[in-house]
């Protein structure tokens, strides 16, 4: 049975905690939590209705010790933005800095430096348990669960530098959220992207190059992943540029959305 967790600021006087959230925002009700769920789920006492959280005290459900992101991961992707029909022979990895991590209503800033800021939809995967070398049969045992990412990435800046760790890392450039589901079947589910309520970017997992077993192997060969860590898998095709006062989605199947606000830094 699928759990979803939160992280959350309820008060001004206690810092950010993690939530058990049982139903939705709406009619449920968040237990809090003692610790990260996947160091094991220990109600901290008491619990309160899922209503008071507003937009603003619902955070970034996870703030990892690295997020390692994959590029070129559907074959329409490729193809579309990159004129190219054979997909990449391993996966290609980058990553973004924890700082650029918001949460859900949060707003993502346009740099003044760059003239076209794209989203990117994505399924996030959360890491449960450390893993280091692991073989793809075992892989899914490292996995505590699934959250929706927004691949924030600044074309203009990428395409200069022929490297991508500063079109990729500015703050605020990798919404999360707004939860982490558990225990769910990741082989063929929806991804899109909806920008101002129009879906721009549709694809399913089972369409990725690299499945997530085969990543989450690869990428425990060269680093060692630690319980809290993102894996963002790459996105659909149909990425596109995004303006302030935009509103961009990350609709996930069985997961939920992400909605973040575009501004610019004079707003």
Avoid at 19 to 40: M, Q, S, V, Y
Avoid at 137 to 152: K, P, S
Avoid at 223 to 235: E, K, R, W, Y
Wanted: with cysteine; net charge negative; hydrophobic share 35%.
């Amino acid at each position: 049975m699928s759990q979803r967790f939160v992280r959350y600021q309820k008060s001004s006087e206690i810092g950010p905690q993690f939530g058990f959230l049982n139903g939705d925002l709406t009619g449920g009700t968040i237990t809090p939590l003692g610790k990260a769920p996947w160091d094991g789920v220990e109600p901290a006492g008491g619990e309160f209705s899922a209503r008071e959280l507003s937009d603003k005290t619902l955070l970034a459900p996870v703030i990892p010790s690295k997020i390692i992101c994959v590029g070129l991961n559907y074959h329409a992707h490729v193809k579309a933005s990159y004129s190219a029909d054979e997909a990449p022979e391993r996966p290609l990895l980058f990553m973004k800095p924890s700082s650029s991590i918001i949460g859900p209503e949060a707003r993502i800033v346009l740099p003044p430096v760059s003239e076209r800021v794209d989203y990117e939809a994505e399924l996030g995967v959360v890491i449960g348990k450390t893993a280091c070398k692991v073989s793809v049969e075992e892989a899914a045992n490292h996995i505590f669960g699934l959250t929706c990412v927004n691949d924030v990435t600044a074309r203009d800046l990428q395409k200069l530098d022929g490297q991508w760790t500063r079109a990729k890392g500015f703050d605020t450039f990798c919404p999360v959220g707004p939860w982490i589901v558990t225990d769910i079947n990741y082989d063929d589910i929806l991804i899109e992207g909806i920008l101002n309520d129009e879906v721009k970017q549709s694809g399913r997992t089972s369409q990725m190059i690299f499945l997530i077993p085969q990543l989450i192997s690869y990428i425990s060969s060269i680093m060692t992943l630690s319980p809290g860590d993102l894996i963002s898998t790459g996105t659909p095709a149909g990425i596109a540029p995004m303006k302030s006062g935009d509103t961009i989605e990350v609709r996930v199947e069985n997961v939920g959305t992400l909605r973040n606000h575009i501004v610019s830094t004079e707003d």
